[in-house]
């Protein structure tokens, strides 16, 4: 059934295809043909100052202290609605291309989709000489929503902050009072 499926939507995306630039064009036959499945994780273990980073999958990683607890973990379904990123710096630059989030490069702020080898340290600002790791989590909905999560792990107190981004479109309104606290 899921073969079918992706065939159809493949089908009625090249009929659609004079529509769209070149770019686009590339991109849903690239999307049709690898919805995800040509990245594979490098997994195993990582240690940063004083935590251990294990990754499972390119969407399942868990950080440990120097005791061994578990301080922090992401474990996404697997599905093309939930990608685990990594960045090097507490600033990451999101640029899209297509509607792609564009990944690689050496610069500050540059995205990597989660492996081991794509985990690097960082330090947070320049007054402080405390490393930092971090992970990006970015989900969506079928309604256009999203959620972007970052969790930069400090490695040598073994704590973490996190920032989060929510996009919705409330294409019919929102069911009581929106924002909260207003009465119409």
């Known amino acids: 059934m899921h073969k079918l499926l992706l065939t159809l ?5 090249l009929s659609t295809q004079a529509y769209h630039s070149d770019e686009h ?3 849903i036959i690239k ?3 690898y919805p995800g499945w040509d990245f594979e994780a490098k997994t195993g273990e990582k240690t ?3 935590v251990k980073v294990k990754v499972l999958s ?3 990683v868990q950080v440990f202290n120097e005791q061994g607890k578990r301080i922090f973990a992401i474990k996404c379904p697997n599905t093309a609605m939930c990608m685990v990123y990594t960045t090097n710096s507490n600033e990451p630059i999101y640029e899209y291309n297509v509607g792609e989030l564009k990944l690689g490069g050496n610069k500050s702020g540059s995205i990597y989709r989660l492996s081991l080898d794509t985990i690097y340290e960082y330090e947070h600002s320049i007054s402080s000489d405390e490393g930092y790791i971090s992970f990006i989590i970015i989900t969506s909905g079928g309604s256009s929503g999203y959620t972007r999560s970052r969790y930069d792990i400090d490695t040598e107190n073994a704590w ?3 920032e989060e981004t929510r996009f919705d ?3 019919y309104g929102h069911p009581g009072e929106y924002p909260y606290g207003l009465v119409n």
């Open 25 to 27: 064009n590339k991109k």
């Open 31 to 33: 999307d049709a043909l």
């Open 160 to 162: 973490f902050s996190y």
């Open 58 to 60: 390119d969407k399942q």
């Open 9 to 13: 939507c493949f089908l009625i995306s």
């Open 169 to 171: 479109w409330l294409r």
């Open 48 to 50: 940063f100052n004083n």
